[in-house]
């Protein structure tokens, strides 16, 4: 049996390491997606709103299914849908533009960051928010809490010389009684509710106060196997 490194084991690689520069290339941070024992959606109001059943857990820290944070609550914004009729569509957070993760059981925060507006780009049934990679979520702020946490994903985060990520949404099920198509659903006015899934993601090449990166990503890779 292969042994795998525990959280706490990934972090003491990190605090045992001088802390001296090193670069991060764009990457997947966090996934995230309904819970599998909810009934997590999209809804749109057929005026130009899109909200979210708030039941949405983290899937995966950096590519791993075994990082500290999977299973933590995602809570997003609801946005305001303009453009309409015909694209290009943009998305606005409507009233609070917070973006929080939390424990499972809602207890305690573990990060909370600002997120701007994007676009929506509709293809058939499906479409995609914030599709531009760029920095799409600022003031990023990991708690004491999350800090604690063990987690690579926040780790990482917490060493960022710029805090922010990109942010994106991948949202199914764009038909229904009347329509056939997400763009439909939009210019229409019709109401409408699927699945959706998202991510987080290093933008660009980002400098890091951590050596210890490579030992981390060499950590999660036997993890993985």
Avoid: C
């Avoid at 609801?78 to 943009?90: C, K, N, Q, R």
């Avoid at 099920?173 to 699927?194: C, H, R």
């Avoid at 987080?200 to 993985?224: C, D, H, I, Q, W």
């Amino acid at each position: 049996m292969k042994a795998l490194l525990t959280p706490i084991a990934m972090l003491a690689v990190l605090v045992a390491v001088p802390a001296l520069g090193g670069t991060i290339p764009p990457q997947q941070v966090l996934e995230f997606s309904p819970a599998p024992t909810g009934a997590g959606e999209w809804y749109y109001n057929g005026a130009g709103v899109l909200s979210f059943d708030q039941d949405i857990i983290i899937n995966s820290g950096l590519s791993s299914n075994y990082d500290a944070l999977v299973g933590a609550r995602v809570y997003l914004p609801t946005f305001e849908v303009t453009g309409i009729p015909d694209s290009p569509y943009t998305l606005t957070p409507l009233g609070s533009s917070e973006i929080v993760i939390k424990s499972a059981d809602n207890s305690v925060t573990y990060l909370t960051g600002t997120l701007g507006r994007g676009d929506l780009v509709t293809m058939g049934t499906v479409a995609g928010g914030f599709t531009q990679f760029q920095v799409d979520i600022t003031n990023l702020f990991i708690t004491h809490e999350g800090a604690a946490l063990g987690s690579a994903a926040l780790a990482i985060l917490q060493n960022l010389q710029l805090p922010s990520l990109d942010f994106e949404l991948s949202l199914q099920g764009g038909s229904g009684p009347g329509y056939y198509s997400f763009a439909q659903m939009l210019n229409d006015g019709y109401i409408g509710s699927g699945g959706f899934s998202g991510a987080m993601s290093v933008p660009e090449p980002t400098t890091v106060a951590l050596l210890a990166f490579g030992g981390l990503a060499l950590a999660r890779k036997r993890r993985n196997k």
